[in-house]
């Protein structure tokens, strides 16, 4: 899609909210110009908040629960490296949205899969580990809200 001059291209999450907006000439039955929920995603305003954190979280849930077959494996290690990065990541999102226990739980699993410096966990404790670390992720996703930057 290219953009139209001085605006945002067409279907980003950049465009106006509808107060700002002018009307379509094109009328709101044919669907011609716009998709078919176009007309209603026009009369909705833009929410005050992103949840950013929710696609990194559900990525790390994935790979904790795809990764409790091989934890005594050699490969291990790519999925602990995995699972930090995206810890940190989430952490940024749960700081920027003010989410402190969020915050404060992600940098503890950041801690505890670190490949660098191992946490010595015997094997069962790790896989109940893994699955509630999963959990935790999958909750954090869900709760931590970013606000909008003003436009």
Known sequence: MTARKGRPAIGSSQQASPSTSTASSTPAGSGRARGAGGAARD???LPDFTRPALAPSLLAAVVLLACVAFLDSSAFVFARWGVTVLALIV???AVRGRVW???VLTA???VC???VVVVPIPGQ???ALQLVAAALFIVVG???KVPRAAD
């Open 108 to 110: 503890a699993v950041a």
């Open 113 to 115: 899969w670190n490949p």
């Open 91 to 93: 952490l940024v999102f």
């Open 43 to 45: 009369r909705q305003a």
């Open 142 to 144: 869900i709760t931590v």
């Open 125 to 127: 404790l790790w896989a």
């Open 101 to 103: 226990w969020a915050a």
